[in-house]
């Protein structure tokens, strides 16, 4: 192994085991600590639709900039990340898709139609994810959240039902 500078970075070769090691050594994960002061900033989480844009790299890259910067200022600094089910959206994706499988969303039922959702989170939900890893985002992976997951879904359930009371939600 040779310990000179290639005269041209690579960033191919180094980047991917750099921030694989930094996953690996819970760099990114924050822990209760009271001896440091908490600060936290959640992931506005994208939506499984596809995958990021220009405008998820430069708003991850302004959180990533922010949640570096406090941890170097001593603070227990958590980056919650996640992604969104964005149901109308997915709900027309899917529904192509099952299109041109020639399936018809109607005769899946409610059942069926969610696990095509769920097959569909697993592919896109986990390229999102992927692509933030890629732009070396330091979340605390090991929290990462999907919105339909059980105690997130049941957290939405109960605000939107007080929403509804409240009469900011109607149909």
Same mark, same amino acid.
């Given at each position: 192994?040779?310990?000179?500078?290639?005269?041209?970075?690579?960033?191919?070769?180094?980047?991917?085991?750099?921030?694989?090691?930094?996953? $690996?050594?819970?760099?990114?994960?924050? $822990?209760?600590?009271?001896?440091?002061?908490?600060?936290?900033?959640?992931?506005?989480?994208?939506?499984?639709?596809?995958?990021?844009?220009?405008?998820?790299?430069?708003?991850?890259?302004?959180?990533?900039?922010?949640?570096?910067?406090?941890?170097? !200022?001593?603070?227990?600094?958590?980056?919650?990340?996640?992604?969104?089910?964005?149901?109308?959206?997915?709900?027309?994706?899917?529904?192509?898709?099952?299109?041109?499988?020639?399936?018809?969303?109607?005769?899946?039922?409610?059942?069926?139609?969610?696990?095509?959702?769920?097959?569909?989170?697993?592919?896109?939900?986990?390229?999102?994810?992927? !692509?933030?890893?890629?732009?070396?985002?330091?979340?605390?992976?090991?929290?990462?959240?999907?919105?339909?997951?059980?105690?997130?879904?049941?957290?939405?359930?109960?605000?939107?039902?007080?929403?509804?009371?409240?009469?900011?939600?109607?149909?």
């Amino acid at each position: 192994m040779s310990k000179n500078l290639e005269k041209t970075y690579n960033p191919k070769e180094i980047e991917a085991k750099l921030y694989e090691k930094w996953c $690996e050594e819970k760099y990114f994960h924050a $822990e209760v600590d009271r001896s440091k002061k908490p600060f936290t900033t959640v992931m506005p989480p994208p939506n499984i639709t596809g995958k990021l844009h220009m405008g998820h790299a430069l708003d991850n890259t302004l959180q990533d900039i922010l949640i570096r910067y406090k941890r170097m !200022q001593g603070y227990e600094a958590l980056w919650q990340p996640g992604t969104d089910h964005a149901a109308i959206a997915t709900e027309v994706k899917v529904i192509d898709k099952l299109k041109k499988e020639g399936i018809n969303k109607n005769d899946l039922g409610r059942e069926g139609f969610l696990k095509e959702a769920w097959k569909w989170k697993d592919e896109y939900g986990t390229r999102i994810i992927k !692509q933030l890893h890629k732009l070396g985002s330091s979340a605390d992976w090991d929290r990462e959240r999907f919105t339909m997951d059980e105690g997130c879904n049941k957290a939405v359930t109960e605000v939107f039902v007080k929403m509804h009371e409240k009469g900011y939600i109607y149909k």
